[in-house]
């Protein structure tokens, strides 16, 4: 079991650019969760997916973010038109179906310069 | 407001030494998350606890849901435990997690 896998491990992108955060959760979870880590404002939740069905996106930003999950194995989180604002640890997580626990994989370093 | 309250928010220990860390929820909340962070950001599962206690080696860990609280104790303490524990609520059995502050543990020999 290799657990959650995010990629890439660091992301460093120009003020406006587009950023693509991968994850993978671990075989076999039905819902994915990404959460954003910053030293001001900690760990906050972002959005989530149940057996690839958004279920709540109530902690997104409403502009620029996006998150999708087109299969069981990976699911994207999209930010467009980065703003340095925007830079952060993001997190990803899983969980298996009956079982409460949530999985963290090690994270994406997102820079905007 | 913080609806996740952890303290203290930073502790620094002998080695070899008790301590305890708290959670106060002002969200309602049916089980608790423990995590400790280590440098390299990586969030390592503890313990997942409905309300009751479960202990693993030198840790212990309880969750009262009437009184809204959870504590994490550390039984002689070594350099290892040195991170940044967290503990996060679920407030819908499976659902978001809210993260605490976070305590930034550092155990000296």
């Known amino acids: 079991n290799a657990g959650v896998i995010q990629t890439p491990r660091h992301k460093v992108t120009g003020k406006g650019q587009e950023a693509t955060l991968w994850c993978e959760p671990i075989?076999?979870?039905?819902?994915v969760f990404w959460y954003r880590q910053t030293i001001v404002q900690g760990l906050e939740f972002l959005t989530y997916?149940?057996?690839?069905?958004?279920?709540?996106d109530s902690g997104m930003p409403k502009e620029r973010f996006s998150a999708q999950m087109p299969n069981q194995s990976h699911s994207t989180l999209k930010i467009q038109s980065t703003q340095p604002q925007d830079s952060a640890v993001y997190l990803c997580?899983?969980?298996?179906?009956?079982?409460?626990?949530?999985?963290f994989g090690p994270g994406t370093r997102l820079t905007v310069l | 407001g913080d609806q996740v309250k952890q303290s203290p928010s930073a502790l620094s220990l002998q080695e070899g030494t008790n301590s305890a860390l708290r959670c106060n929820f002002s969200?309602?909340?049916?089980?608790v998350q423990w995590f400790l962070q280590n440098p390299r950001g990586s969030l390592m599962n503890l313990f997942y606890?409905?309300?009751g206690t479960k202990e693993n080696g030198r840790l212990k860990s309880t969750f009262n849901s009437k009184e809204s609280y959870s504590t994490l104790h550390i039984r002689d303490a070594q350099l290892e435990d040195s991170g940044t524990y967290f503990c996060?609520?679920?407030?819908?059995?499976?659902?978001?997690?809210?993260f605490g502050g976070g305590t930034r543990l550092t155990v000296r020999p």
């Open positions: 997580a899983s969980r298996g179906q009956g079982a409460e626990e949530q999985y």
């Open positions: 075989s076999g979870h039905s819902a």
């Open positions: 997916f149940r057996n690839q069905a958004p279920i709540d």
């Open positions: 969200i309602a909340t049916t089980t």
């Open positions: 606890l409905v309300p």
């Open positions: 996060a609520a679920d407030n819908n059995a499976g659902a978001k997690l809210t």
